[in-house]
């Protein structure tokens, strides 16, 4: 009789362990608070955020971008590839859209490469050959490409987010 009641109460236990993991992988928990962020996305966030403590402020003048004139929007890429500049296609349009001068285009290449590469995808812009990587050093461009709005050489916005929205951007444009 008392193997009997073990044996029973073995069974409703793996009974109501299984409906319990049957129900956390169909979503059914109950939570007393919304989940927060995981460790990792935590940790990553906080990787993120010490990274962009070393950009420069806004107002900074960037002696290599000093004689563009007017407001700018510039977009510095580690290389000059079809991969790269095939989304660099948008932004051109909306910078176009603005009414804005040429689209300006800080890459690590050659001039002569870079200007091949954006020949074929039919992409008019100002090209800076930043080959020692001084200006991308300068601006903090950790991630590529990443967009700043430029004025007379100083920096009025950059971007902070890796999504590259062009109305985003161009909402900054307009202040």
């Known amino acids: 009789m008392a193997a009997e009641r073990v044996l029973m109460t073995l069974v409703i236990f793996l009974l109501i362990a299984n409906l319990w993991m049957l129900g956390r992988?169909?979503?059914l928990?109950?939570?007393?608070?919304?989940?927060s962020p995981s460790y990792m996305e935590a940790l990553m966030e906080e990787i993120w955020q010490k990274r962009l403590k070393d950009d420069p402020p806004l107002g900074t003048?960037?002696?290599?971008l000093r004689n563009l004139k007017g407001?700018?929007?510039?977009?510095?890429i580690e290389r000059c590839t079809d991969c790269v500049v095939g989304k660099l296609k948008?932004?051109?349009?909306?910078v176009k859209e603005k009414g804005l001068p040429k689209l300006v285009?800080?890459?690590?290449?050659?001039?002569?490469?870079a200007k091949r590469v954006l020949d074929s995808w039919k992409i008019e812009a100002e090209i800076v050959a930043d080959t020692?990587?001084?200006?991308?050093?300068k601006l903090n461009a950790f991630f590529s490409p990443r967009i700043y709005i430029v004025e007379?050489?100083?920096?009025?916005?950059?971007?902070?987010?890796?999504?590259?929205?062009?109305?985003i951007i161009f909402s900054e444009v307009d202040r």
Do not use: C, M, N, Y
């Open 25 to 27: 992988q169909l979503g």
């Open 29 to 35: 928990t109950i939570s007393p608070r919304p989940p």
């Open 61 to 64: 003048e960037v002696a290599p």
């Open 71 to 76: 407001r700018r929007v510039v977009v510095v």
């Open 90 to 94: 948008a932004l051109l349009e909306a």
């Open 105 to 113: 285009v800080v890459t690590g290449d050659e001039f002569e490469h």
């Open 132 to 137: 020692e990587g001084e200006v991308a050093k």
């Open 152 to 167: 007379d050489g100083r920096i009025l916005w950059k971007q902070e987010k890796l999504e590259l929205i062009p109305s």
